[in-house]
């Protein structure tokens, strides 16, 4: 497996794993692990930073599983638009 160092994400704690001999659909298994506190400033800012990973991963044809705690009550009274966008 590689630590991949070069996918941050901002306004979280990330980890991104990438398994070299694992391939899934026929595309190298890449695991991200996001933590986003629930006293994150800016919902918009968190969401592009993930969206902009995922493009950059999607590009180099990797298969991704997306796991963490992101912090983000979709039963609120308004729903963060941003973060329904990149899910």
């Not at 590009?59 to 963060?80: A, I």
Request: net charge negative; charged share 25%.
């Amino acid at each position: 497996y590689e630590i991949k160092q070069d996918l941050p994400v901002a306004m979280a704690e990330s980890l991104w794993i990438e398994f070299n001999n694992v391939r899934m659909q026929g595309r190298p298994l890449v695991i991200g692990v996001v933590y986003s506190s629930p006293v994150r400033r800016n919902m918009g800012v968190f969401c592009e930073s993930i969206d902009k990973t995922l493009e950059v991963l999607n590009k180099e044809r990797k298969f991704v599983l997306l796991l963490g705690d992101f912090n983000v009550d979709l039963h609120s009274v308004t729903p963060h638009h941003e973060y329904v966008k990149v899910i």
